[in-house]
């Protein structure tokens, strides 16, 4: 007999200490695939949403000002003198838009009283005026054959409280709104020179008050009952 020992061979080669083959573990290789896929996604996600957000704001801030179209003679600056020049003028028309894009035709003299009110975004009385009307046309009726509007004027995208479109969206104005012009052109055609500012138009469309500063409660009250149609 042989004294050498009985190695057998195997038939499937050698493997490495612990198992794992030369090619590493597949489902390791998996799972670092699907970590890197999910890191490029939330990065491509995480760029889209801001370059939307960068989009929503440049789209907001195109949107405050507009084109419009005056008619009409402009009335003199408001400088405060007793008797009005503007009164028992006629108010110039003017087309605007509001902040969704919306035409707008303000007509004087076609039966309707007007009362508009100017209003910049920056202006401390103003920012405390708009909210107190705000609350006022929302527990009130205006009187028959009255309308209100408001023009955001003065815009200014380095001063505070901007963009105009989401203040009066905040204070939940109830009544229409429109942009004016970037060079404020309706503001000009209304004498306006200090905010806010406040016109109130008859139904035959002559000026019959102009304030500026902020009004009072009763003031606004005095102002709708002034322009009101009689009867």
């Known amino acids: 007999m042989s ?9 499937s080669g050698s493997r490495p200490a612990g198992g794992q083959t030369d090619g590493g573990n597949p489902l390791m290789k998996w799972l670092i695939i ?12 995480a760029y889209l949403a801001g370059t939307d957000a960068e989009q929503r704001a440049q789209d907001s801030a195109d949107n405050q ?4 179209n005056i008619e009409g003679a402009a009335l003199p600056t408001f400088d405060g003198r007793e008797p009005d020049p503007a009164m028992e003028t006629r108010a110039p028309a003017f087309a605007a838009s509001t902040f969704d894009g919306v035409e707008v035709s303000v007509l004087p003299g076609d039966g309707t009283a007007k009362v508009i009110g100017f209003f910049a975004h920056w202006c401390p009385h103003c920012q405390r005026e708009l909210p107190r009307l705000a609350n006022w046309l929302a527990a009130n009726e205006l009187p028959a054959g009255v309308e209100v509007i408001a ?5 200014d995208s380095g001063r505070g409280n901007y963009p105009p479109s989401a203040w009066f969206e905040e204070e ?9 012009s970037e060079s404020s052109e309706i503001g000009d055609a209304y004498g306006l020179s200090g905010f806010p500012y ?13 304030v ?4 009072t409660d009763e003031l606004w009250e005095f102002l709708l009952r002034t322009v009101a149609p009689a009867g």
């Open 3 to 11: 004294n050498r020992p009985n190695v057998q061979k195997s038939r």
């Open 65 to 68: 000002v507009a084109d419009v």
């Open 212 to 215: 500026s500063g902020e009004l």
């Open 34 to 45: 699907g970590v890197v896929v999910l890191v490029v996604v939330a990065v491509g996600v």
């Open 151 to 155: 023009v955001s004027t003065a815009v």
């Open 172 to 180: 939940q104005w109830p009544a229409v709104v429109v942009r004016d």
């Open 198 to 210: 406040t016109v109130a138009v008859d139904a035959d469309g002559l000026v019959v008050a102009r």
